[in-house]
């Protein structure tokens, strides 16, 4: 899209100079997943073998908290205190670790797989080049967390796909900075409305023996006497 103005990603987000900061700048999400910025950086990262030297270099690049605006993701703080106003959005991270039971084919073109599902309004690639994240638009952001979970569960389920779980259920989760020239944007996403619950608990049946010690004496004789008869007629 060459302007997402007035759509679903036209909302503010938290920007962060680099993974470690904690002060909160506004920004619109639209200029953030179009931006190629930091190309040259991300160009560099997926030339790197060994994956401790990429982190080292992906955390100094810019990141965005994509479910939130924020005061500030300094520790010590409830939500309640870090939050201006949530975007809509609930972030997925997919990571190949996570997913090598999938054909090289299949986990090759999850963006097309993604963009079949109504509730995805965004996918494109991690910086690294290996992974995926997306964003669905939600119902209650205030439930995120529960959100998230049902929408784990049901992604692994029709699809096979597993989500990291350590991303996308709280609204300080962070995203790092990549950009996907081919990544896909539908700004007619449907909201997710489904929500995790817990299993009711198993109900037990107790019984209580009411027979008293007499009954069951007279109970066990009539059984003997029984017995007796059947010796006696054979």
Not at 23 to 30: G, N, Q, T, V, Y
Request: glycine share 4%; net charge neutral; charged share 20%.
């Amino acid at each position: 899209y060459e302007d997402l103005t007035g759509t679903i990603f036209d909302v503010q987000v938290s920007a962060f100079t680099n993974y470690m900061d904690t002060e909160s700048k506004a920004i619109p999400l639209a200029g953030w997943l179009t931006s190629s910025d930091y190309l040259e950086e991300q160009n560099h990262i997926r030339t790197m073998q060994h994956k401790v030297d990429r982190d080292i270099l992906k955390a100094k690049l810019p990141a965005i908290t994509p479910s939130a605006l924020l005061v500030s993701r300094k520790q010590g703080l409830t939500d309640t205190e870090r939050l201006i106003k949530h975007t809509g959005f609930m972030q997925i991270d997919i990571d190949y670790k996570d997913n090598i039971h999938l054909s090289p084919e299949y986990y090759n073109n999850l963006i097309e797989v993604l963009s079949s599902i109504d509730n995805i309004a965004y996918v494109g690639q991690s910086i690294s080049g290996t992974g995926y994240y997306g964003l669905v638009p939600i119902t209650q952001p205030d439930k995120m967390n529960l959100h998230f979970v049902k929408f784990k569960e049901l992604i692994f389920k029709h699809y096979n796909i597993v989500l990291d779980k350590t991303k996308g259920s709280k609204i300080t989760d962070l995203r790092g900075y990549s950009y996907t020239p081919n990544a896909y944007f539908n700004i007619n996403a449907k909201p997710f409305n489904k929500l995790y619950t817990h299993p009711a608990p198993c109900k037990r049946t107790y019984y209580t023996n009411t027979t008293s010690p007499s009954d069951l004496f007279e109970l066990a004789v009539s059984l003997f006497n029984k017995k007796e008869q059947l010796k006696e007629g054979n």
